[in-house]
């Protein structure tokens, strides 16, 4: 089924980006990204360190403009302020302006996008208080790593945006800042926003996302959803009573190639005959099973694959 | 939205040390001078300033001599606070990971832009206001003394520092530390009387051929006349009238053209 403009929040055409530095040689950043991203979901982007993952962020926020390509951001050009007034954007970096305390810096914030000081007087405790600094009165100077990033984030959030892009929101924050940012997201996309996580922490990515596309020197090299990554490998983890010589010969003689673990063992049977088979064989020794298990790949696997280039 | 960022720029200029100085300045040239002079009549019945340590003056000479220092003041040693005052807060919204926070708004970049120079504006015009015209002021509340010429003077001294800062503006755009514009800035402080003194400087030996000449003159046509603006406002201050108004009118254009050509390199910018 085709996606219609109306109902995409990103859309990008080739996207190419080649950063030229007088006197330094060109390196490209982007090699022709072409995505759709539809309203209301998680999209979760992954890439290692130089993958082009910022570069295309701030291609859709018009912080750069792109060398060729388009994009387009809830069916307009991100380079409209009108546009980016409906965007809320935590960056990666931030340098927050040490000489504002929380409220005047998201007051300074909202008036940027256009967010009425009325509003602004009640969103910005509850705001505040959602990212856990309620009532805080310290400069921005005196703020911990965990504490800029929850600010960053309720910036982001202050002018209600329809798509908000995050970059390593959970960055600094230890585990429960995590999981308060983790359900914070779910909460989002029930109210219908469009989340666009930019993270480096798969398992995070693999918790909230509907759709994940993997980002390899610029290009994209895997889309789909964690559940597609999270298939079955075709191998069982098998765990017994005993790993006796009795029990691997049994095994060796059903399925052969397995690797064994104490009394664990990793085989891949051809089909679920070869396995009831072997289970059969097993009892005829007589060995105890424990546990039969499929083995899922994660997608810290499925990434590994895609960036070094095997097959998923 | 320019509000917004007018309203910034003042109050990160608080925060800086080198805003603090500039404003700190401001406040104290006026106590100081202001508890030096005592305003009395005389044995004949006629209004005397007093300066400690000094003969008692008629108030009109007191106000010439006073306002001639202020505004040699405002002329020199503020437009090189000026300079260093101005130059990071022009650039310090285009700070890595401040950029992206400003810049990703839905405000327009020209509207930063502006609202960043008006702040930087505000602030050097604030400071120059409080440091030549309140004490001014105070003399003309006190004795009467006309001041028009002086405010005039002083507005002009205002407009040549305007000027400085669209060059730095410009120059703001492409660099990535403050320390370029305030170079900038200082090379034209030296350069801009060589300009206007060319002919008698550099035609008669050093630039004859006709090209060269050609283009130091369009230079001149070109640039801001600063050093120029800075003795006009002398004379203003003196004479009462202009000797010509083609320092004021070729800088303004200028100032217009240097903030367009701002504007367009903002929105070309990345970040």
């Not at chain 1, 759709?211 to 490998?233: C, D, M, Q, S, W």
């Not at chain 2, 003194?197 to 283009?215: E, F, H, M, S």
């Amino acid at each position: 089924m085709s996606v219609t403009e109306a109902s995409l929040a990103v859309e990008t055409r080739n996207l190419e980006m080649t950063y030229r530095g007088l006197g330094q040689k060109s390196s490209q950043a982007l090699a022709g990204v072409s995505l759709e991203i539809e309203r209301g979901v998680i999209f979760g982007l992954l890439g290692q360190n130089g993958a082009g993952k910022t570069t295309l962020v701030k291609l859709l926020l018009s912080l750069i403009r792109p060398t060729s390509g388009t994009a387009r951001v809830l069916g307009h050009n991100p380079f409209h302020a009108r546009t980016r007034r409906r965007i809320g954007y935590l960056p990666e970096q931030m340098r927050l302006p040490e000489y504002m305390k929380a409220a005047s810096f998201l007051r300074y914030m909202g008036e940027l996008n256009g967010v009425d000081s009325a509003v602004m007087k009640k969103r910005i405790p509850a705001l505040l208080d959602l990212v856990g600094l309620p009532g805080e009165k310290k400069p921005l100077s005196a703020y911990s790593k965990g504490m800029q990033q929850r600010l960053g984030l309720a910036q982001a959030l202050l002018n209600e945006p329809e798509l908000l892009f995050l970059d390593e929101p959970t960055e600094g924050l230890d585990p429960l800042g995590r999981k308060q940012v983790r359900d914070l997201l779910v909460t989002l996309k029930a109210g219908g926003k469009t989340i666009f996580l930019n993270s480096h922490l798969l398992s995070e990515i693999e918790l909230v996302c509907d759709r994940v596309v993997i980002l390899n020197r610029g290009a994209v090299v895997r889309e789909g959803t964690p559940a597609e990554f999270a298939k079955h490998t075709g191998e069982y983890r098998i765990r017994l009573s005993d790993g006796g010589d009795a029990a691997r010969a049994a095994v060796a003689s059903v399925v052969p190639g397995a690797r064994w673990e104490d009394k664990t063992v990793l085989l891949s049977p051809q089909n679920r005959a070869q396995l009831n088979a072997l289970i059969d064989r097993l009892r005829a020794v007589p060995v105890e099973i424990e546990t039969i298990e499929p083995v899922h790949s994660t997608l810290e696997e499925y990434f590994i694959q895609a960036v070094t280039g095997g097959s998923a | 939205m320019m509000g917004a960022v007018i309203r910034d720029t003042l109050r990160e200029s608080y925060n800086r040390r080198i805003g603090l100085v500039l404003i700190a300045f401001s406040v104290i040239v006026p106590v100081i001078l202001l508890s030096l002079i005592r305003i009395e009549h005389g044995p004949d019945g006629k209004l005397q300033v007093l300066m400690v340590g000094f003969h008692s003056l008629p108030p009109e000479t007191f106000a010439l001599s006073t306002f001639m220092g202020l505004l040699d003041a405002a002329n020199s040693y503020w437009v090189i606070l000026g300079i260093f005052a101005v130059a990071p807060l022009m650039m310090s919204f285009l700070e890595k990971g401040r950029a992206d926070l400003v810049i990703s708004k839905g405000t327009p970049r020209w509207q930063i832009f502006l609202g960043r120079f008006l702040g930087v504006f505000a602030l050097f015009s604030g400071t120059v206001f409080l440091m030549a015209v309140v004490p001014a002021l105070y003399l003309w509340a006190r004795t009467g003394v006309s001041i028009r010429q002086y405010l005039i003077a002083v507005s002009i001294s205002v407009f040549a520092f305007s000027t400085m800062m669209a060059l730095m503006s410009v120059a703001a755009m492409g660099a990535t530390h403050p320390s370029m514009p305030i170079y900038l800035a200082f090379v034209y402080t030296i350069f801009s009387p060589q300009l206007a003194q060319r002919k008698a400087i550099y035609y008669q030996d050093i630039i004859t051929w006709k090209w060269g000449q050609w283009v130091v003159d369009w230079l001149y046509r070109i640039l801001p006349k600063t050093s120029e603006l800075a003795l006009a406002s002398r004379k203003y201050l003196i004479a009462g009238v202009l000797d010509s108004w083609w320092p004021i009118w070729s800088s303004a254009l200028f100032v217009v053209g240097a903030l367009a050509l701002a504007c367009w390199l903002m929105r070309r910018k990345s970040f």
